[in-house]
């Protein structure tokens, strides 16, 4: 298990070492190709600082917040996510690679 939290981590770091995050980290997204151990799916990956959920029209939102859905890409509870529900502020719906630690440490729970 040590060996595959290392391998995930040390890929998480080139990914993040391009200013990406990934959002969306899951167990169904580490795959082992011989002695590597890489992330599939990168589709929901974001340059960090990027809105990371949806844009839409929300009826009656503020002009400041308009067209934000507050649905963010990823189904984790993490921290950002959940202040994006609770604050309804664009910056917390910002890609960081926080979230991708916290969902690493979900996976090694």
Not at 36 to 45: D, F, N, R, S
Request: net charge neutral; with cysteine; aromatic share 6%.
């Amino acid at each position: 298990k040590t060996e595959a939290i290392v391998g995930v981590a040390q890929a998480l770091q080139a990914i993040h070492s391009k200013r990406v995050a990934i959002c969306n980290l899951s167990a169904s997204k580490v795959v082992r190709y011989g002695n590597v151990w890489k992330i599939l799916g990168l589709e929901l990956a974001h340059k960090e600082g990027e809105i990371f959920g949806n844009r839409m029209t929300v009826p009656g939102a503020p002009p400041q917040l308009s067209g934000i859905a507050w649905v963010a890409d990823t189904a984790c509870d993490s921290p950002e996510s959940v202040a994006a529900w609770s604050t309804k502020t664009e910056d917390a719906l910002k890609a960081s690679t926080r979230l991708d630690l916290w969902n690493l440490g979900t996976l090694t729970y």
